[in-house]
């Protein structure tokens, strides 16, 4: 059960379109130098979800707060729409197991042989996240976007290694899963909903679109390319 | 029960490169050719837009142009002893799918196999003794040699505008080239892709090792080029989009691009898209085909299709099924080693080095290719009296893309989140790239295919299981070569190196090649062989088979040139000699 006595989620508050705290391309140091702190950067409405509950959206916004931390060289993980990311993701083809093969019988497996369960994307995100907050709730006494962040650092970090015992469903993997969601959120197109302002992008130095570099590989090769990154959206 | 359709000169099951080859040559041969694809249709001006196509979400983490686990996938399993479970998603790799098949969305590497790849059990054995190889190692001869298939690579690569170097033209070796190569008739098309920073660092410490680097050979066309058939090529634009993508300018060639144009304009050919082959009516007395099912898939309706020649042009796996379905050729048991449909089935051992740099790489300026690659170290070009194993491999930059999901990486020690990771993943992004192993696989008695007792696909046949695990010998292969990576790296003046040997079990879920081979193999003996030395099984006389099916083993540079190779020089078998009597064009 939720605990309702607390204001619900600052995922439900702030989500939305990071600022202008987001970093140019500068290295690590020269932004933090630079950059202002992100807890200045604009905040945009909150978008509405698809498939996520609000403890779903609140505990993955707790996740990739904890993944992807406010900082010079972006803004937070949920700042850069990962959230919105994920719950497009889980309410398309994808979530509800496009690509996916489900014929039974479902048997456990050994490691080499993969995903074995009966449970979509979608579903297995539902079962993942009630099990997190149950282990959250039996080891620190809240659920888990309401544990401070050492805490959540920590229960990331025993869920990662394998020490995490979660009721019905195995941690590590699912640590695995909310790791790839957050990476994809971060890194793909922003037309997906997540990298917003195209965050990542400008963090690493990927140029994304249009790249023809047929006229300039030779004057680029081994120097630094000092392009405004593109999305898919700019040429549409 | 399957309509009967009016009988037809040929069918081929599948068209990917194979398919679109032999079609094009039999219809040119006058044949009336239909082609059964199980996928949709898909053309480059459809399906390969800017600025859609670069997507990398879409096309390459969710495997967008590829076919759907829950209409086919496999079992899989390390060893005959444990229970096989369904690859449920694509993970370590993924199938193509709807026309043009895989063809349209490689990475464009054109190699050819070093000529002592196609007599290998012979080769290894007169050089290291008959008792050098292990027994476990079931490695054959193909039937067929590098001098035979020469003149066809040439077409192949002439077809696909391959941009290289040439290392041995007619037995001359050419400086810049690769001095490890069979002889060629004729220079590559075009001329080398522009070489990235990786590629020239990796050239130049391979230099000074007193390795021979050379352009890998790329079929991401260097200049606009017009092949012999007539069809248009585009130039490479670097864009870094090239594996699991389609090309937006067709420079990269595929049977969309190089072949299709010429052929879906002849009336003798005719495809049936969304045409789903399930398995064919043989007659063994015959030894004859006599048909084709497949189910039209927009209607549901199931057809029966004679033909005079059938040509399986389907994934290995696929093929591999096709022939146990059908009943052609005995099955393979690994218990006795007896048996040939599913024997010696064999994948890719890759492995790499992570190596950090202070140079910008620019990874986002990439093609398929990087290109440059040493092939010192290839399949046999070295002497392993005292190493332990046989086989090798090229090593190479991969720089083909920055895409940002999958093409990062930090060094280790570095948390895998939070600040620090970020503030290393910025610094670390355009200063890193892989030094791949791409290695040999070579056949062993415990890897084969055969069919799954238990899990089925979606027009309700076995699936296909896979039992593979990388053998002791390409295990040690794998270190020995990464180890040779590794120096490469160093020699570079990487900052750190993390070399990475394949050590551990074969795996659902760690990705490297989509390339697999073996189970419906060609040789010299019907007993140790499905195919005959220009792909006619032994046991059914109108009855061809394509791709990597019919590799004896895996060598160690990409399959698609050796496969494009095959289907010309099957081809032409067909052509000149079956047509005008048919029946086995190898006596048993």
Redesign the interface.
């Known amino acids: 059960m939720a605990d309702t006595s607390i204001p619900r989620r600052d995922f439900l508050k702030g989500a939305g379109v990071a600022g202008a705290g987001a970093a140019a391309v500068l290295s690590g140091q020269e932004a933090l130098a630079q950059a202002p702190s992100s807890a200045t950067a604009a905040k945009a409405a909150p978008e509405a979800l698809l498939t996520l509950t609000a403890t779903e959206a609140a505990f993955l916004s707790a996740v990739y707060d904890t993944f992807i931390p406010a900082d010079a060289l972006s803004s937070s993980g949920t700042d850069c729409g990962l959230v919105t990311f994920w719950d497009r993701q889980l309410a398309g083809a994808f979530g509800n197991g496009q690509g996916l093969y489900r014929n039974g019988p479902h048997i456990p497996g050994k490691p080499e042989q993969g995903y074995q369960l009966l449970l979509t994307p979608r579903a297995y995100f539902a079962a993942g996240i009630k099990a997190a907050n149950a282990y959250a709730k039996k080891t620190v006494g809240k659920e888990f976007d309401r544990i401070g962040p050492a805490d959540r650092e920590a229960m990331l970090k025993d869920m990662e290694a394998g020490k995490a015992q979660f009721d019905g469903v195995n941690a590590k993997p699912f640590f695995e899963a909310l790791y790839a969601s957050a990476m994809e959120g971060f890194f793909s197109d922003p037309i997906h909903g997540g990298n917003r302002n195209l965050a990542s992008w400008k963090m690493i130095g990927y140029p994304g679109l249009p790249a023809t570099y047929a006229r300039t590989a030779e004057q680029y090769r081994g120097k630094k390319v000092d392009l405004k990154p593109q999305s898919i959206q700019d040429f549409i | 029960m399957a309509t009967v359709l009016k009988s037809v000169d040929v069918v081929i099951v599948g068209l990917g490169w194979s398919g679109s080859i032999m079609a094009r040559e039999l219809t040119k041969a006058g044949l009336n050719v239909v082609a059964l694809e199980r996928g949709a249709d898909r053309t480059p001006a459809e399906d390969f837009v800017?600025?859609?196509i670069?997507?990398?979400?879409k096309v390459r983490?969710?495997?967008g142009l590829m076919l759907?686990?829950?209409t086919e996938?496999l079992t899989?399993?390390?060893a005959p002893s444990?229970?096989a479970?369904?690859?449920?998603?694509?993970?370590v790799f993924s199938l193509g799918d709807n026309v043009g098949g895989a063809g349209s969305h490689w990475n464009g590497i054109t190699w050819r196999f070093t000529p002592s790849e196609f007599v290998l059990r012979t080769h290894l054995e007169e050089r290291y003794g008959k008792n050098a190889l292990p027994a476990d190692m079931t490695i054959q001869d193909w039937g067929v040699t590098y001098d035979e298939l020469e003149p066809h690579y040439d077409r192949f690569e002439k077809l696909c505008g391959t941009s290289g170097k040439a290392g041995n033209i007619r037995g001359k070796i050419v400086e810049g080239g690769n001095p490890f190569e069979g002889a060629r008739s004729d220079e590559y098309p075009n001329k080398p892709l522009?070489?990235?920073?990786a590629g020239?660092m990796m050239s130049k410490a391979a230099r000074e090792l007193g390795y021979h680097p050379f352009p890998t050979p790329a079929s991401n066309s260097s200049a606009p080029y017009t092949n012999p058939e007539g069809c248009q090529i585009g130039?490479?634009?670097?864009?870094?989009?090239c594996e699991y993508f389609g090309c937006e300018v067709n420079a990269k060639a595929s049977p969309n691009v190089c072949l299709h144009p010429v052929l879906f304009a002849d009336p003798k050919f005719e495809r049936r898209t969304l045409a789903y082959v399930g398995n064919l009516k043989y007659d063994a007395a015959a030894k004859k085909v006599r048909s084709v099912f497949y189910i039209d898939r927009r209607t549901g309706v199931e057809y029966e299709q004679p033909a005079d020649l059938v040509i399986l042009c389907a994934y290995p796996f696929n093929n591999v099924l096709l022939m146990r379905l059908a009943g052609v050729g005995k099955p393979y048991d690994p218990a006795t080693g007896e048996g040939v449909i599913g024997k010696n089935y064999c994948y890719q051992t890759n492995s790499g080095v992570a190596a950090f740099v202070d140079?910008?790489i620019?990874p986002?300026?990439g093609t398929g290719v990087s290109p440059a690659v040493i092939d010192d170290f290839q399949g046999d070009n070295f002497d392993h009296g005292g190493l332990g194993f046989f086989g090798g491999g090229y090593i190479a930059p991969s720089v083909s893309g920055?895409r940002?999901?999958q093409v990062?990486n930090v060094p280790p020690g570095t948390p895998?989140?939070?600040?620090a990771w970020?503030?290393?993943?910025?610094?670390w992004?355009?200063h890193w790239f892989p030094l791949s192993v791409h290695g040999t696989s070579y056949a062993n008695r415990n890897n084969y295919l055969d069919l799954d007792p238990?899990?089925?696909d979606a027009i309700g046949r076995p699936l296909v299981r896979m039992t593979f695990n990388y053998p002791e010998n390409d295990r040690k292969m794998s270190v020995f070569m990464t180890n040779k990576a590794n120096d490469i790296a160093k020699a570079m003046g990487a900052k750190i190196t993390v070399p990475a040997p394949r050590t551990s079990?074969?795996?659902?879920?760690n990705g490297q090649a989509s390339h697999h081979t073996g189970g419906v193999i060609m040789g010299k003996d019907p007993k140790t062989s499905a195919l005959n030395r220009y792909l006619q099984s032994w046991d059914c006389d109108n009855l061809f088979v394509m791709g990597g099916a019919v590799y004896p083993q895996n060598a160690g540079h990409n399959p698609t040139g050796t496969i494009a190779a095959l289907a010309y020089w099957s081809a032409k078998a067909i052509t000149e000699q079956y047509l005008k009597s048919p029946g086995a064009l190898v006596k048993a």
């Open positions: 800017f600025p859609y670069r997507d990398e979400l983490v969710r495997n759907d686990t829950a996938t899989m399993r390390n444990e229970l479970l369904p690859m449920r998603k694509w993970d522009i070489m990235s920073q020239m130039q490479c634009q670097y864009c870094g989009h140079e910008e620019n986002f300026i920055g940002p999901i990062r895998r989140w939070g600040s970020k503030e290393a993943t910025a610094k992004y355009n238990t899990w089925r079990n074969f795996g659902a879920t």
